[in-house]
């Protein structure tokens, strides 16, 4: 949803935000480190190299060790 710096993923390969509960969504990381909620994926900066990973969480990342 959105567009440029104000991207949201809401869903990928027909998995989608709220899926599995109010808690469920994708969360991102760049070179191992979660990005925030409040940094757009449209808005981060990536670089030559950098590694991207999309996760889906079922409740707002905490099983996956995302801090915000």
Same mark, same amino acid.
């Given at each position: 949803?959105?567009?440029?710096?104000?991207?949201?993923?809401?869903? +990928?390969?027909?998995?989608?935000?709220?899926?599995?509960g109010?808690?469920?969504?994708? /969360?991102?990381?760049?070179?191992?480190?979660?990005?925030?909620?409040?940094?757009?994926?449209?808005?981060?900066?990536?670089?030559?190299?950098?590694? +991207?990973?999309? /996760?889906?969480? /079922?409740? /707002?990342?905490?099983?996956?060790?995302?801090?915000?």
């Amino acid at each position: 949803d959105g567009g440029a710096r104000s991207a949201y993923v809401t869903g +990928i390969a027909g998995l989608h935000e709220f899926d599995h509960g109010k808690g469920s969504g994708w /969360l991102y990381r760049v070179n191992g480190d979660f990005q925030p909620a409040s940094v757009s994926c449209g808005s981060y900066p990536v670089y030559d190299g950098d590694h +991207i990973e999309w /996760l889906y969480t /079922l409740d /707002l990342g905490a099983s996956e060790g995302a801090v915000f």
